[in-house]
Every structure is written in C-alpha cells, then in structure tokens.
C-alpha cells in the first residue's frame, strides 16, 4: 500500500497550478444522465472519485471518451442500466447523485443506500423525501433506494438541514420535471452554482443558485452543452495553509478566490499576508501564526473540509484555539494522529481546543479520510525529521498529483510503494 514520506522544514516558494474542482465535476459529471447529447467538459481533474464517477456512468451506459486537450465528452443517448450498485457507492458515496437525473429522465432509478462514513453517519433522507415531494414513488428494498414515477412534479421543497449533495440532486431532478420546483434553505455553495451553470448550459431554467432559495423551471429536454469546472477551492486553501505554516511564499494560479472569503480571512487573522488578483491568490507568510478560533458551517461561513488544515495549523501556531465542527458528527480523526506529531489538542464534543508547540516531530501517522490526510501532509512539511503518512490512497481521492506540485514548490516529499 502507497504511503508518502516528508522531510519537514522547507518553506514552499513557487507558483502552483490549482485544478478543477472535485465536488464540482462529479455532480456536473452525473448531469450527462440528464441529456440525449453529448457533454464536453474541461478541468476535470485527474483523481480517484472521478475514475470511480465515471466508471459507475459507464456501466449505466453513458459513452465517455477523453480526447488530447484532457476533455471529457460523456454521451447519455441510451442508458440500459439504471443503476448505482454497492460495490461502487460504498467506495464513493456522491453516487447518490445519479438518483434525482436518472429518475427525472427515466422515471425509474435504483441506487444502493449509502452506509456509515469515517466522518459522520451522512444519511440521504432529504434527497429521498425531496423526490417524494415531487411525486417519485420511491422504496428501500434489498438495501438499494428504489425509486419510480410517471413524470416528476414541480414542488416547493423546504428542507431541514442545508445538503450540499442533496440540493444538487434535487436541482437536476427539478430541471426535467413537469412545473416549478422552489428549494427552500438550499445550499450556497459555489459547487451549486457551478452546477446551475452548467445545467443553464444545457438549457435549464434556473434562478438563485448561490441563494438558499432555488427555483427552477423545468422542461421537457436538455440539450448538449460544453463546460468548463470550476477551480477547486479546498486544493487551493490546502495550499495556502501550506504556504502559512512552512513561513513561504505561494501563488495559487488558476484559482477563484471569491469561494474562499472566510479561508483568506482567517489566514490573515493568523498572521499571513494574502493578496488576490482576479484568478490568483498569494500568500505570503514568515511562519508565526497565530491560532486562530474556526467553526464550520455551511457557505458562505467557513468550510468544513477546511477544517483539518486549520487544526494543524493551529497546532504549531502561537496561542490557542478554539476549532468547533458543526457539519459532521465525527470528522476529527485527525486529533489522534496529529498528537502523535506532538500536538497538544483536547477534545470535547465538536469543539477541539488547540494549544499550539513549538514543534512537532515526524512520525509514523495513518491517514483515515480525505481532509484528515491533507492536514497530516501539512503537519509533515513542517514537522522535525521524517513523517510517513500511510492509507495515502484517501488523499489521492481529492488531491491532483499532490506531491509533485509539493516537490515543485521545494518540499521534500515522495511516494513508496
Ligand atoms: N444530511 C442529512 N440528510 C441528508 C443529507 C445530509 O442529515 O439527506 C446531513 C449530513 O449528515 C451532514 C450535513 O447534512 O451532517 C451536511 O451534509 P451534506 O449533504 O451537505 O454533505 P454531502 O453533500 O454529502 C458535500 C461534499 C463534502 C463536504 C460536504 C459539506 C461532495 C461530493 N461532497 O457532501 O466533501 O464535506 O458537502 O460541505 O460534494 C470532501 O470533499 O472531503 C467532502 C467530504
């Protein structure tokens, strides 16, 4: 099993190439479902989730093909398969997304019910009881969402948490039904509006994206369309952190610094200097933060896959902090392996009090989600001596070719096998 070894203590200085969003391109992915004709798709990144995305679209029956400039055309003419089965949603729960287009085009779609996550428990009830709202007749059974319908119904829908996910599968649902559908506390995050974007393309009718109130005219049929994905604003803010904590100077390029407000804030809370341009963001940092207190909530309020970062920031930081999650029950995991590195972090409840050390010390750590490995490569750059992250496999989930973008901007860092 691949693990990555850091020599800690270079400054990263360079410039570094920010890529597409993953948690915009795998719904914008799952929209070709919604459509007869071809979706070419640019910035797309290279990572686990996608292959894993578009191999569940290509069993359903979507044509994918790649061609030299790195673009994906996916074409949904016929779909004989309507159907996310365990083995692939069990390695990538965002394949709920195929339920609201498939359902919506098809009247018919089954998907394997999601299980308990690292990070919290994550149930889909709120895509499920937005369906019904809309009129899909839908059933558990054998562990897979069964859901039917005729054509699905406009309807206003108020749902009870903000759902990321949950909003976007809904909006492409609404996008092919029968009237109007109005998402009531729908979720603002800037992947929603890439997503509207996207579907407007391929000629929906939506308004508010980026609000918490969405509506949605729906039609009869979706066109193609071509789209190009957002830049990735968690890649990005991991990066800045990288650059805060090592005491560097990076240009973030490619990026879109109007989704990463309250990050850029608090690293300027912490001490970092950070000017932004129209695509670029650049931070520049002589290595003494201070710690600085952060509770996750949904956009536009800090990000909760942000949050890990944050803590090991926080912890080689002057001070303490306070670091409340509020999204997922059980998104700490990282605690035990940054106390390994040296960290001084007491938990209770959501909230991690963080005093920050001097140092930290490299050390054998195992990753166990996506952000939580993040946050051990950040600690690892700065930690004294050798730090081997093993389970790396959950980093390469969400992080293009991460550790040649590192070594490009002076850390020392390498995969083994
Ligand atoms: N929730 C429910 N019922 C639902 C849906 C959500 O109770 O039907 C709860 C969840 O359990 C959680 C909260 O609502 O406590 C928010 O979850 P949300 O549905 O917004 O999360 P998600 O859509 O499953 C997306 C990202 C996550 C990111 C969260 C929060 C994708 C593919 N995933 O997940 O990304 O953390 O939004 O911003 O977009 C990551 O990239 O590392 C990652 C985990």
Known sequence: MDALLIHGGNPLAGEVRISG???????ILTASLLSAE????GNVPHLKDISTMLALLGHMGVRVTLDDKNHVTLSGE????????YEMVKTMRAAILVLGPTLARFGEARVSLPGGCAIGSRPVDLHIKGLQAMGADINIEHGYIHARCKRLQGARIVMDMVTVTGTENLMMAAALADGTTVLENAAREPEVVD??????AMGAKIEGAGSD????????????????????RIETGTFLVAAAMTGGRVRATHAQPDTLEAVISKLREAGAQVSVGEDWIEIDSDGKLKAVDVRTAPHPAFPTDMQAQFMAMNAVSE?????TETIFENRFMHVQELRRLGANIEVSGHTALVRGVPRLDGAIVMATDLRASACLVLAGLVAAGETTIERI??????YERIEEKLTQLGA??????
């Open 21 to 27: 969003a993953k948690n915009a391109a795998l719904p």
């Open 38 to 41: 071809p979706l070419k798709l």
């Open 78 to 85: 016929s779909i004989p398969h309507k159907e996310a089965p």
């Open 195 to 200: 997503l509207a974007r996207c579907l407007i």
């Open 213 to 232: 109130v969405i509506t949605i005219h729906g039609v009869d049929s979706l066109h193609g369309a071509e789209y190009a994905v957002m830049a990735d």
């Open 319 to 323: 001070g303490a902090a306070s670091v």
């Open 393 to 398: 496999y959950h980093l390469d989930r969400g």
């Open 412 to 417: 020392r860092i390498k995969r083994v096998h």
